[in-house]
Structures are given as structure tokens and as C-alpha cells.
């Protein structure tokens, strides 16, 4: 099963990405997570994604778009996979469906979890990360999902693991330039996402990323398969 999600910054595409593949045990690519990983790694790719990471743009696709076709051919990827953060314009959405029909490959779901922008950002500046597992949902601001205290400290609700928060959730300029560039239907993300919706091929899933985590999850796994 091939599927690609979209949803604004901030939106849950990486809390539902991590629930379908669990459930569907597809590979869970995400653009925005091999960034991080190269910039943690300090190796080239890394240094060169963080600045615009840092600022709210978008890394080159000179250098985005073949990082993720050349993963989509890695072994991990044979059995299916789920992709989260890509594509993010009109040029990676075209570079992508190319790539596809050339590799003889089959896109089976689009989903799009819709959100208003507003809630989207506080969803962004209040999420923390564990450092055990990126998956572990907490959220300063909700109560479903709300780190626990330990030793005065806030900790994991999950495992306990320390929190961290990521440089590019706090500045609030950098969230804006990232929405901009969500909600752009001219050249932007929701350009990218009417493009794959215009397709005949795969099923579109549309859904309201302001319920619940269960909530949303339940929407969207009652549409797969
Ligand atoms: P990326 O890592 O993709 O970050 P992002 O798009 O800004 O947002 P996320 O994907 O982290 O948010 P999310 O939708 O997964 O939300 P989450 O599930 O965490 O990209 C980072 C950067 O890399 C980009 O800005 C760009 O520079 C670069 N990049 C990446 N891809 C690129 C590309 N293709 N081309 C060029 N550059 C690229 O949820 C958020 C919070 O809300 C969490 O705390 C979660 O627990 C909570 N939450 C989730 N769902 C709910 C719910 N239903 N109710 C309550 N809380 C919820």
C-alpha cells in the first residue's frame, strides 16, 4: 500500500503517519524526520537543510526531490510506504507522480488532514518530543495528551524519556513562512495536494484534524484498505 499524507505544519500528520504504520506495517517516510536526522549526524546534507529549516523554507528540490525518490527504492519501501512531508509544491508533486509511472509504481491513498491555521500553530509551539521516541504524542496543551511532571521536571507521558522541544517550533515568524507555503494553492502544498487529487487513480481521504487523536485516526483507518 503507497500512500501520501498532507495536512499544514503542525496538523498530526506525524501522530497518524505513526498509527498507520503500525497497523499497516508500511514505511514511514518522512522528509522533514531525514532532515533532522542528517542535521543531528552533522553530515553535509544536514548542514546544508538547517539553515533553511531554521528560517521556514523549504530545503531546495535540487536537493529534496532525489533524497526522497532515491528512499522510495530503498528495500524498507518495497513493501509499501507512507509518505509525510513530501511533496510540499507543484515541481516535487510533478517530479513525484513522474517518478512513479516510470518505476510502474501504484499510489493507492491521498489523505488530507485539514486544519485552520491558527490552531495549527498553537499545535506546533506546544508539541515536545521524546527523546526516546518522536511517536510518543504530548502536548502542553492538551489534556489527552499532556507531558507528567517528575521531580519538578516535565517528562514523557508515554515512557518517562526526556522532552525536547524543536528550534524551528518556536519561532513564530518561521511557522508563518511554513503556513504560507502550506496554504499556497497557486505554487505551494495545497497546489501540490489538488494536483494528486485531480488524479484518477488513487482514493482521496479527506479529514477534520481538529477532532480528537483518536478521533481523526478512527476517520481515517475506517477509509483504508
Ligand atoms: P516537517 O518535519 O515535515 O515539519 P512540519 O511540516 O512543520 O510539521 P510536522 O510534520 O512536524 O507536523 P505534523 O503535521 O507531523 O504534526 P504532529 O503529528 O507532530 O518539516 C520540517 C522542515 O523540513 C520544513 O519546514 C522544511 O524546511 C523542511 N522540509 C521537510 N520536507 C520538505 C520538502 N518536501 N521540501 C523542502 N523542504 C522540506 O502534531 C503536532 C502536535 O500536535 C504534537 O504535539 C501532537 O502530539 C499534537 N497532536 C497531533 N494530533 C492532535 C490532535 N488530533 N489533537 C490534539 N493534539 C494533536
Known sequence: MNILIFGPNGSGKGT??????????????????IFRQNIKGGTD?????????DRGELVPDSITIPMILDKLKENACSEGWLL????????????????????KLKLDYVIEIKLDRQIAKERIMGRRLCVNDNNHPNHIAFDAIKP????????CRVCGGELNTRADD???AAIDKRHDIYYNDTTGTTAAVNYFKALSGPKFISVDGSKSIDEVSQALLSELN
Open 148 to 155: 507528567v511532571e517528575k521531580d519538578g521536571k516535565l517528562v
Open 170 to 172: 518556536q519561532d513564530e
Open 16 to 33: 497518524q503517519g505513526a498509527i498507520i504504520q503500525k497497523k499497516y506495517h508500511v514505511a514511514h517516510v518522512e522528509s522533514g524526520g
Open 45 to 53: 546534507l544536514g548542514m546544508k537543510a538547517k539553515e533553511y529549516i
Open 84 to 103: 509525510d512531508g513530501f511533496p510540499r509544491n507543484v515541481a516535487q508533486a510533478e517530479a513525484l507522480d513522474k517518478a512513479l509511472k516510470e518505476a
